[in-house]
Nanobody, 122 residues
Framework: QVQLVESGGGLVQAGGSLRLSCAAS????????MGWFRQAPGKERESVAA????????LYADSVKGRFTISRDNANNTVYLQMNSLKPEDTADYYC???????????????WGQGTQVTVSS
């Protein structure tokens, strides 16, 4: 089992940047694929990005491709989401998740963090 804690959210103006971090407990972080998801008020949780265990495979939602970058540091049990050129529609609670495969489906991730809020003002 793995426990996940997100950080780095906040309020930023449109066009700005934020870097989210997700710290994982345990010594088996490198055995998990990781994903970032987000959920805006009144909307379903949607996938943002995913990364394989080694970091060699990354996947992105079309809405963030070219603006967001997912990466991981297995030595420090952390996965990151660098978010650039932020838009008001990126406003949401952002969650990291751990699973066995890097997919864009929330149903394949059994472990979730509590989320961090991102607000992008226009």
């Amino acid at each position: 089992q793995v426990q996940l804690v997100e950080s780095g959210g906040g309020l930023v103006q449109a066009g700005g940047s934020l870097r989210l971090s997700c710290a994982a407990s345990g010594r088996t972080f490198s055995s998990y694929a990781m994903g970032w998801f987000r959920q805006a008020p009144g909307k379903e949780r949607e996938s943002v990005a995913a990364i394989s265990r080694s970091g060699g495979i990354t996947l992105y939602a079309d809405s963030v491709k070219g603006r967001f970058t997912i990466s991981r540091d297995n030595a420090n049990n952390t996965v990151y989401l660098q978010m650039n050129s932020l838009k008001p529609e990126d406003t949401a609670d952002y969650y990291c998740a751990a699973g066995s495969q890097p997919t864009m489906s929330r149903y394949t991730y059994p472990y979730w963090g509590q989320g961090t809020q991102v607000t992008v003002s226009s």
